[in-house]
């Protein structure tokens, strides 16, 4: 079974409009979407119990260089264990984008492991980029769904777009849009259980 629904979420202020709220389920997942930002509300996906629970948290400009990762606490290209990652290269988390190969045909550019729950979360895209954020700046005084408590690394984000500072930088994918121009760029994610 598959179904779309449309709510309203609430509206913004000084009457700038409505914000409403869609919602995708099947048999395997559950995602709620408001039109504001298409922002992903709540992500239910199933462990390996077949038990369904929200995967998202609920709430991240870089300049910089492109620059190889091989040998340095950027090589995510095989798997690790992110807690023991950090740790292991002394780093507080991550708020990069990442480069990927150059492509507007569907690549393949992360993939994510719970070892608990045996979730998985792949991630393809039409973009050049992919933004890792680590919930660097989360400290527990949070609080979310449910009265959960989100301290530092608690969750994480994978945002797939284009490089930052594209604009003002002529060696990076384009990213202007021109008059008549189309923006076509499609993000999946594809969730299964290990």
């Known amino acids: 079974m598959v179904s779309v629904t449309r709510a309203v979420f609430g509206d913004l202020p000084s009457g700038a ?6 919602q995708l389920q099947s048999d395997l997942l559950k995602v709620d979407i408001i039109s504001w930002g298409c922002t992903i509300t709540a992500l239910e996906a199933k462990d390996r119990q077949g ?3 929200d995967v998202v948290l609920g709430f991240a400009e870089l300049e910089g260089e492109v620059a190889p990762v091989q040998g340095t606490a950027f090589d995510l290209r095989k798997p690790v264990e992110l807690g023991k990652h ?10 990069h984008n990442f480069c990927l190969k150059g492509s507007k045909e569907k690549h393949f550019c992360a993939r994510v492991h719970h070892a608990g729950s045996g979730r998985v979360l792949e991630v393809y895209t039409t973009q050049p980029g992919i933004q890792f954020y680590t919930g660097n700046f989360l400290d527990g005084t949070l609080k979310g769904k449910s009265g959960a408590v989100y301290p530092k690394h608690s969750g994480f984000c994978l945002e797939t777009q284009n490089w930052p500072d594209a604009v003002h930088q002529p060696n990076f ?13 499609t993000t999946w994610l594809k969730f299964s259980v290990a």
Not at 17 to 22: L, M
Not at 89 to 95: E, K, R, S, V, W
Not at 173 to 185: F, I, K, N, T
């Open 17 to 22: 409009g409505t914000v409403e709220k869609f």
């Open 51 to 53: 038990r369904a629970s």
């Open 86 to 95: 950090l740790q292991e290269f002394h780093i507080n988390g991550f708020d």
């Open 173 to 185: 994918p384009p990213v202007l849009l021109r008059p008549g121009e189309e923006y076509d760029h």
